[in-house]
């Protein structure tokens, strides 16, 4: 039998006539002809009439360049083992186009922009490292909303968690409707972000809404809460505080209004508690242990995967709160509640300082990889994985 | 195997083609221009200017302007969003608040060519602040005021008469000012709280004019609220509240709204703008009579200025033709139309003086007050960061005003963050 096309094609091309051939393609593509463009742009003396010239091309260019990509990251492999790969990028090509026009492509285009001023109007000036300069040490809206983004982690994060492995462990037991309790607590995490802050801000209202109403309701005094603990030592139930009118109550309610979406954790709680072996109980059962040590002893190091995992994610969120503050306060009153995220779109859209907000960005990037980074390296203490693959990271 | 090869190619050329088809240019009108025109008004107004619009269609047959209705407050977004996207429109209503950042960031053409090579328009017809206020930058005209906002004070002639306080005029100063507004403060139930003020303060930077200070130092590269003339004239404002309680407290107004008490019987004395007659006024004061006199003045006679102007947007295509329906709009006949349908204070100086405005028998009857103050008038800051240190200041300021800070404190930290700004702004 002779050897397929394919295969006659491939070794032809490994000779040394090909390889002539190769270089003459990427010369002529690569230098000959923007030489002849260029002339062609000068003579014409418009961009925009050369573009059917421009345009393919820029894409004969990209496929020489995927070509010489392949060809380098396939290069010590066997000749199938290259086919099969140089099929797998074609596969890939598609999203890969996608990828590097809508994501790569504008995360180069805004390092750029964030050492540049530029309104989008008029064509970006370069000015260094001004807007990270005047970001860092000249603008207290930055600091305010560092400070701002950080004490809501902070307190919003380990409640969270905490909240998070509370009702999993709760909703983990086999109860009768208990899929219907896990449905209703998983619920408020996947409603649109505006409608629950809308919600929310009705709530809060200082005279009507419920959450005063409530605190304000003549309920508390029939309950004797303690032993010479009156109605009148809580100031909250005296005087319900004006929540987001007020700079001291404002970020308290939304690190409050955080714990609404606890059931988002919830469910990956839950599938871990659900991974739990339970001879691992019965063994502890045996040996005399007491529900809290069962807890500290085999839950805890067990679902720690989990807990690691909702952490980074956690962090990671936690400093991109936008659309609450953005529909509930707009930055609060005196700045109280200027979220990171709502700071930068302020600047970016009202202000149309586009530079400065890429600034921003790349700093917040940075602060949250610097968070995740610690967060994995403390994972090595704290995070037991079974098995083999303990202190992987 | 080299079928497949080639069936690929085909496909990818066959795709690239596809996509290069989708650009097609736009088909061209011959003979109509079209101009686009943006304004701020409300929908129902929009008939009143298809009106008048018909006399410019007599004198230029070609053109014909279609009006978008776009809110005050996005105005500025829209503008800008608008030319970086390629779809500007020919002509906008600029409004005095954000015409700096416009004229710095190159929105709107410079119109000195187009004044120059016109016999027939003349720039000094208009009022000179308002040329320089809202129209010109860096010495060139880059918008045409349309119309003029002045500050006055509306006073109840009702509650005058019956408190036997005179009227108030040109002679007053602050001092006379607060004796009024403290006899017209009472107390009718005796429960310590006041039920009927003297006056309502508004615009403390009306205040730091007449005390002789400023915003912004000259060159507005620095600002100088810091200065003992700014913040003791901010100060004596929130005395005003705090001290003296001639004016109602936040939690007072906190209800209907200052404006709401004046035009029921609250207040004594009302500073606003010269729209608010017509657009207010007119139909919320039925109990008792009003007129307006002007703001007394301190070290010296002050009162802020504002207004609109047209202009031509960088993006329009057709800038000849656009040149000409900024002139229709500011022209005399189109001045007197606003003043007289609207109240609204034209910025010709032939039309304002002429009776069009002066002559009207709505109330309020002193109008000329409004036409004396346009001389005094201050502008906001004029640099391209405008709206941001105007709200970072007004944060502190508020904070002083409601009594919760001194006012020297509140000027410190405004003039320290203004300065932070003004240092990175764009020459």
Redesign the interface.
Known sequence: MGK???DR?TEASAGAGWRVFWWAVYLLVFVAVPIALHAYIKHTGSVAQSL?FI??WI?FCLVLIGRMIVLFATRNMPRMARKEATEGYLCILPWLIGFCSFTLGPMIFSIYIAMC?W????AP?FVGL?NFQ?ALF????FIQALKVTIVYAMFALPLGLIGSLMVALLLNQKVRGMSWFRTIFYIPAILPGVATAMVWKWIFNPENGILNIFLSSKIWPWLHIGKGLSVEHIALVNTPPPWLADPKWALPAFILMSLWGIGGGMIIYLAGLQGIPTQLYEAAEIDGANPIQKFRKITLPMVSPTIFFNLVMGVIGSFQVFTSSFVMTAGGP??ATLFYLLYLYQKA????QMGYAAAMAWILFVVILICTLLVFKSSSAWVYYEGELKGKR | MKTRLHAIILICAAVVSFALCGCSKPKTKPGMIELKMTLWDKQEDLEFYARALKEFYKEHPNIRVTIEATPWVRMFDKLLVSTAGGRSPDVSRISSTWFTPCAAKNLVECLDPYIENDPEFDISDFYKPAVQGWGTYNGKIYAIPGDVDIYAMYYNKTMFDKYGVPYPDETWDWEKYLWAAKKLSKDFDGDGKLEQWGCVPDQWQDYVWQNGGDILSKDNTRCILDQPAAYDAIQWMADLRTKDHVAPSATDAADIGTQKMFTNGQVGMFVSGSWAAAIVFKKEITTFEYDVAPLPKGKQRASFIGGAAFGILRGSKHKKEAWELVKFMTSPSMQRHFAEEKQIIPSRKSVAESGAYLLMKDPPKNKQVFIDTINFGHTLPKVECSREMNEIIASEITLAILGKKSAKDACAVAARRANDILMYNAE
């Open positions: 397929k096309p394919i094609f059917k345009l393919p894409i001023d309104d989008i109007i008029n000036r001004a005047q000249h603008d207290f809206r005196a700045y859209f009202q202000y149309f």
